[in-house]
């Protein structure tokens, strides 16, 4: 018996979460064990970067082809294959011998990433008022950290008592679960679009992979004007791709979403907050076996901390958002976490176990009321015809910080290594930095209004149970 719409929509959020689930172990599970996969690949633990790294580009230059897919094919088709790619991918990352075999398996990963949160992230904009956005949202990312919860803990145990190829296979007995739910609780909505824009697609690839590659250059004398030329041609890209774009009436991504004021502060802001935040789940795991000794499952039990700081702060977002605003509570937020982020560099192996674990706690609160507070502005004044264009963008900003954080702050262990610090100095010279870059965020934030959002955070309830579904339109059809 065929579902009906609104049977379909009331099992949207689960879907959704279960999606954010699936991304979230797999992250924090590689993030846990590239020290331990560092020697059986027999490569330096600061080269594991690239596991990290062509996943995040993978997803990000792939992610406006996700919104086109979905839009033309139907979110429930585009989910259904990304989740069965990622899968795939999983599949391969365990058989994978060598870093290259590795990094290509996670390019692979990074193919069916590029949909699987970004299109079911579409669907409940689609599928929820803004009115219930908010509250919708955070719904469906409390189930979703727990991944991060269980991720470093469940990592580190199985590099411990099994083997690393282990942390792929995971996902797929929970990506097969995600396909039969999806099967038919997953609504197919769909938008009107031409064919693709291939030549948009090539330019902003160009820009991407030029940036990332100049990231990657830096580090030593022989490599840093080079890194520097390249970087600006990608940089170059960016307004060339705006000229472009405007001559053509239906783009890869459309910037007319750039009119929405909120919108535009939103995304800058994720973007430059992100180049800094982005880099700690690469760096903590470095810090606490790299430089200070410790086991990767003694590592994986601290870093539990800061995901569990994570989940609790999501129960309380909304009513900080209440009574301070999106403007000062994304201030605070920011400053705050860009302090944490520098004072990581302090951290001693003399430090008790439970003076650890609270910071790191107090980390993951700070960093997931900032994660929900930029998405939701960025997002909650975006209308039905241009909130595809609208998340796609923001999913891109998101990986391809993550992207340059890791990048980043592998370039500044390089510069500091090169000039002669150990490798404890080198990590901790890289918080530092990443604290200040994460600062330079707040100058963005500044430019929100005292009134920004208000319409977001007046209408939420106070719980967290989800509301029902109004479609913004009819599953497979318009808008």
């Given amino acids: 018996m065929e579902l009906k719409a609104q049977d379909m929509l009331s099992g949207l959020p689960l879907v959704t979460a279960l999606s954010f689930f699936i991304q979230m172990l797999s992250t924090t599970i590689v993030n846990t064990a590239l020290p331990s996969m560092a020697v059986s690949m027999r490569s330096s633990p600061f080269a594991m970067h690239l596991a990290v790294v062509s996943y995040a580009l993978t997803v990000a230059l792939l992610i406006p082809v996700s919104g086109w897919v979905a839009d033309r094919y139907g979110t429930r088709r585009a989910f259904l294959w990304s989740v069965g790619i990622f899968v795939a991918g999983s599949l391969c990352c365990a058989c994978s011998a060598t870093l290259a075999q590795l990094t290509c398996s996670r390019v692979i990963q990074g193919v069916g990433g590029a949909m699987m949160v970004p299109v079911s992230r579409l669907t409940l904009l689609r599928a929820y008022s803004r009115d219930e956005f908010v509250q919708v949202f955070t719904f469906v990312t409390i189930p979703g950290l727990i991944g991060p919860v269980l991720g470093p803990v469940l990592g580190g145990w199985i590099v411990a008592h099994a083997s690393w190829p282990w942390i792929f296979l995971i996902n797929v007995p929970l990506g097969i679960a995600g396909l039969a739910f999806a099967w038919k609780r997953f609504p197919d909505f769909r938008e009107p679009r031409g064919r693709f824009d291939g030549r948009g697609f ?57 009119s929405v004021r909120t919108f535009s502060v939103g995304i800058l802001g994720n973007a430059v907050a992100r180049l800094g935040i982005g880099s700690i789940p690469f760096l903590a795991p470095m810090l606490l076996q790299v430089g200070l000794g410790f086991s990767p499952e003694a590592s994986g039990y601290l870093l539990m901390a ?100 890791v990048a980043i702050s592998t370039a500044l262990m390089r510069v500091f290594s090169g000039m002669g610090w150990d490798a404890l100095g080198a990590l901790r010279g890289a918080c530092i930095s990443v604290g200040l870059l994460t600062a330079a965020s707040a100058l963005v934030f500044m430019r929100l209004r005292p009134g920004d959002g208000e319409h977001l955070i007046r209408s939420s309830g106070q719980g967290a149970s989800v509301p029902g579904g109004r479609g913004a339109g009819k599953p497979g059809g318009g808008r």
């Fill in 306 to 405: 800061s995901a569990l700081g994570s989940l609790l702060t999501k129960t309380v977002v909304l009513r900080v958002l209440r009574r301070m605003g999106y403007r000062r509570t994304l201030l605070f937020l920011t400053l705050s976490i860009a302090f944490m982020l520098a004072a990581l560099s302090l951290m001693e192996a003399s430090w008790t176990v439970w003076g650890m674990a609270a910071f790191l706690f107090a980390l993951g609160m700070l960093m997931s009321g900032q994660f929900t507070s930029m998405n939701t502005i960025t997002l909650g004044d975006l209308d039905e015809g241009n909130a595809s264009d609208g998340n796609s963008l923001l999913s891109v900003a998101q990986n391809l910080s993550v992207s340059f954080g």
């Fill in 202 to 258: 090539c330019i902003i690839s160009a820009a991407l992979l030029c940036m990332t590659a100049g990231l990657e250059c830096f580090g030593s004398a022989a490599s840093s004007w080079l890194g520097t030329a390249i970087l600006c041609a990608g940089f170059a890209c960016v307004p060339g791709y705006a000229l472009y774009a405007r001559r053509l009436d239906d783009p890869l991504i459309r910037l007319g979403v750039f």
